[in-house]
Structures are given as C-alpha cells and as structure tokens.
C-alpha cells in the first residue's frame, strides 16, 4: 500500500502562480523526496528533507516537512509551462533496508 | 548524483516472448532497485538487487516471471518473461547513494507495450 498520498491529484494553474502540493504519511521517515516525471518517462529527483529538517530550498522549489502531521509540501514559484508533469512524493523509512514508497502522484498542469 | 542508462528505451513484444532490461550506473552503488509503473499509475518496487547475493522480491512479484542479475556493482538486468499484455508498464532501474543525503535516483526507464 502506498505510504504517500499527495493531494490534490491534479492542478491546474496560469504561468506565473505559484503551485502548491501536499503528501502526507502514515508511518516514521528517514527522509522525504519529491520528484517529477515528463510524460511517462524517467523520475527527476528534485529535493529530499531529512525528517529533522522543517524547510528546503532549491531554485524555485522549496519543501516543507512537519513531521509532527506527517506532512510535507511542495511549493513551485512563478510557474513555467515546462513545470508541466506529474509530481511524487516518496518517503524512506527509519530500518537498515528500508524503501522508497510512493505516493499516487499529483498531474500539475501549467497554462502558458 | 548518480547517472543511470537503460536499455531498451522502449519495446513492443508478442505475449509469451521475454525481454531483458539493462540497467548501468556511473559509479558503484551498493543497492540497486527495479521498479514498475504501470499506466495511470504510481511505481510499485519490484526487487531489490544487490551485488553477489540473490535479489529480494516484493510481495506479488517472484523470481519465474521477474530474474534479475546483479553481476558488478554498476550493472543489473531485469528479464520480463512470459509476457502477458498486463505486463505493458514502464520498468525503472533506481540506485540509492551518490547524493549528499543518501537520495535515490532513477534511469530513464523502459516503456514495455505487449501485444
């Protein structure tokens, strides 16, 4: 079962805004990544937050984890058309092998 | 972070054939993992595949129908075999390790269509 589950499930927004997506999850995390995926091809790995961190940057990215609501978002500043694809959380537990798991996903659709 | 290829980029296949899937790394990792996407949806981990041990399969995928070989620490091979048109999905290779905080990386993945 999915550990992730981001919401909404689809967005769409003007180029320009900003866009914001959440995950939340059921059990203790290690770490929580997001990445994007064009059109069915490979994952990007775009930020992961470690669980005793409360806030990241990267470029017009920036995470936030609160730990305490087992929640996590994602926001996208100043939007471009390229922003456009489907978006992923996943969590990686706290054991020695843990795994990725995956949220459903959320499709962000930018209009130019 | 890590640089994943895989081969094939796509196929189309006839039900009953078997397909293998490459999967190489830049550099040596020591966790390798095989992932399936199915379409509409999100990924599903198939195995984890470590270098010189057997790989460890998840709940509802067994070693028949998913071998994979771990022969070094910057390659592996996923073979689908007996295919069925339920098998079309997008199969990713992934590596943990390379990054700052142990992030995980993935190829570009191989789009399966089985007619």
């Known amino acids: 079962s999915q550990q992730g589950e981001e919401d909404p499930q689809a967005l769409s927004i003007q180029e320009g805004e900003n866009a914001t997506m959440n995950c939340s999850y059921k059990t203790s995390i290690n770490n929580l990544q997001w990445y994007r995926q064009n059109s069915g091809r490979g994952l990007v790995h775009l930020i992961l937050?470690?669980?005793?961190?409360r806030e990241k940057h990267s470029g017009r990215l920036r995470v936030t984890l609160d730990t305490s609501k087992k929640s996590s978002s994602l926001l996208i500043t100043a939007s471009r058309a390229a922003d456009t694809a489907s978006y992923f959380c996943a969590t990686d537990g706290t054991g020695a092998n843990s795994k990725l798991t995956f949220g459903k996903g959320i499709t962000l659709s930018v209009r130019p | 972070s890590a640089v994943i290829s895989q081969k094939p980029s796509r196929d189309i296949c006839q039900r009953g054939t078997s397909l293998t899937i490459q999967c190489q790394v830049d550099?040596?990792?020591?966790?390798m993992f095989w992932y399936r996407q199915q379409p509409g949806q999100s990924l599903t981990l198939i195995a984890t595949?470590?270098?010189?041990?057997?790989?460890?399969?998840e709940s509802g995928f067994v070693i028949d129908k998913f071998p994979i070989s771990r022969p070094n620490l910057t390659f592996s091979t996923l073979t689908v075999s007996n295919m069925s048109p339920e098998d079309s999905s997008i199969y990713l290779c992934?590596?943990?390790?390379?990054?700052?905080?142990?992030?995980?990386?993935f190829g570009p993945g191989t789009r399966l269509t089985v007619l």
């Open positions: 595949a470590n270098q010189g041990s057997e790989a460890t399969y």
């Open positions: 937050i470690r669980s005793n961190e």
């Open positions: 992934s590596v943990k390790g390379g990054g700052s905080y142990n992030e995980q990386f």
């Open positions: 550099s040596q990792v020591t966790m």
